[in-house]
């Protein structure tokens, strides 16, 4: 896993950088082009375990997340 930049030129993403592989799946985060993204180490880790988990299918539906918010 890496983290790389980038932006959208003509409707494509390009990084900064050495290229990724041909058929690569990345994931793409966007922030407001004033805004910094910036993460903490703490913030890092937990976005990377976050990952982790959901590589490994340990998600819920998003009926279950909107269940679990509504409360007992």
Sequence with gaps: M????????AGQVIVDGA?????TVVSVFTHEADEPFE???GEEAALMLSIQEAERGEVI???EL???LRGP
């Design 2 to 9: 890496k983290f790389i930049t980038g932006k959208i030129v």
């Design 19 to 23: 290229p990724f592989d041909e058929g």
């Design 39 to 41: 993460l903490s180490d």
């Design 61 to 63: 539906s998003g009926a």
């Design 66 to 68: 909107i269940a679990s």
